[in-house]
C-alpha cells in the first residue's frame, strides 16, 4: 500500500487549498484514513479523520474550515482547507489504518503567509 499526498503549496492568510492524498492498490475501501500535520519543532498532530463508513471528526482547530472527504471509486482521501491561517503551516501527512496497521504517505507542506 502506498500513499502519496500532494496538492500543498504557499497561501495567503483567509485562501484556499485542497489536499489530495492518492492511494494505492485495493484495499482504500477497508482504510479509515485521516490527516495529520507537523509544525516545525512540534509534534505531528491529527487534523482531521474519516471512517470506512464516512464517519468524521475535526480537531477544534480547524472544525467549521476544513472538510475531509473520500473517493473510493478514486481511491482517494481530499482535505478542503478554507478560511486558512499562519498557524496551519506544517507538513501535511494522509494516513491509513486497517486493523492497527498504519501506512503514512509523504507529506505536503502547506504555508500559510500572513
Known amino acids: 500500500v502506498q500513499l502519496q499526498a500532494f496538492g500543498g503549496g504557499l497561501v495567503q492568510t483567509g485562501g484556499s487549498l485542497r489536499l489530495s492524498c492518492a492511494v494505492s492498490?485495493?484495499?482504500?475501501?477497508?482504510?479509515?484514513m485521516g490527516w495529520y500535520r507537523q509544525a516545525p519543532g512540534e509534534q505531528r498532530e491529527l487534523v482531521a479523520s474519516i471512517s470506512v463508513g464516512g464517519s468524521t471528526s475535526y480537531a477544534d482547530s480547524v472544525k467549521g474550515r476544513f472538510t475531509i472527504s473520500r473517493d473510493s471509486a478514486e481511491n482517494t482521501l481530499g482535505l478542503q482547507m478554507n478560511s486558512l491561517k499562519p498557524e496551519d503551516t506544517g507538513v501535511y501527512y494522509c494516513?491509513?489504518?486497517?486493523?492497527?496497521?498504519?501506512?503514512w504517505g509523504r507529506g505536503t507542506q502547506v504555508t500559510v503567509s500572513s
Open positions: 494516513k491509513g489504518d486497517y486493523r492497527r496497521l498504519y501506512y
Open positions: 492498490g485495493s484495499i482504500f475501501s477497508r482504510l479509515d
